[in-house]
């Protein structure tokens, strides 16, 4: 991951593989059509990162939710990159309010889903 989050000041809609027409993407669109909202809860794996910085680059920016990592000057970098295609953070321990006011405003809000093992 750190290696693809390097390369983010440097993709652009001409060098970034354009996402393939999908059942998702339809979905989406219609969902958005709606202009209710859109929630997606994604799995911790793959490009995770890359997802969202494309989506925006596309046209479709998101909100998604985080926390500030501990040392805020690696936090403050990683928070421009993950910026940088047009998508905003929402802090993660205030974010239900934040997410509602999203999504009443016919937004999009990422939460990224992740498991414990048992």
């Not at 390369?7 to 219609?30: D, G, Q, S």
């Not at 969202?52 to 998604?64: K, R, T, V």
């Not at 993950?82 to 809000?109: D, F, H, M």
Request: hydrophobic content about 45%; some cysteine; charged content about 20%.
């Amino acid at each position: 991951m750190g290696a693809e989050f390097a390369h983010f000041p440097r993709l652009t809609k001409v060098n970034i593989e354009r996402p393939r027409t999908a059942r998702w993407i339809r979905e989406f669109a219609a969902a958005q059509a709606r202009g209710k909202g859109v929630l997606f809860l994604t799995g911790h794996m793959s490009a995770w990162e890359l997802a969202p910085f494309a989506q925006a680059l596309f046209g479709y920016p998101l909100h998604f939710l985080a926390r500030a990592l501990d040392n805020a000057r690696v936090d403050a970098l990683v928070t421009r990159y993950r910026c940088l295609s047009g998508n905003s953070p929402i802090e993660k321990n205030q974010s239900a309010r934040a997410v509602l006011k999203v999504l009443a405003a016919g937004g999009t809000v990422g939460v990224l889903a992740i498991t414990t093992p048992r």
